[in-house]
């Protein structure tokens, strides 16, 4: 979902990961890049979830590539940095802004096609 010109108010949420693929390529098979974080074992997307009967659902925020990711991809996850955990997750905060990774946060590799 993309975060440009919202307000979330309700429903923020973290979802660590260790990495996330992006695919390049107008054809099968497509380039799989492997794009993780350079000085930390794991990073947070900022997400938003709501309750459904059918059980929760959660949707990742996006914001426009940082430099890192912009050759494979034009988005990318919003990151929340740990500084900016608590404030995230307080709803009756303002939400800090999100904004595209500065450089050198992720490195980007091939991977194998699976």
């Not at 380039?31 to 990742?60: M, Q």
């Not at 990151?79 to 009756?92: H, I, S």
């Amino acid at each position: 979902m993309r975060t440009e010109g919202r307000s979330f108010t309700t429903g923020r949420a973290l979802v660590p990961a260790s990495w996330f693929y992006e695919y390049t390529g107008t054809k099968y098979p497509k380039t799989k890049w492997t794009i993780a974080p350079v000085d930390r074992d794991f990073i947070t997307f900022a997400a938003l979830w709501k309750s459904t009967p059918e059980g929760p659902r959660f949707s990742l925020l996006t914001v426009d590539a940082g430099p890192d990711i912009v050759a494979t991809h034009d988005r990318q996850p919003a990151v929340v940095d740990p500084a900016d955990w608590a404030a995230w997750l307080d709803e009756r905060v303002r939400a800090p802004h999100l904004r595209p990774s500065p450089m050198r946060r992720f490195r980007v590799f091939e991977s194998a096609v699976g």
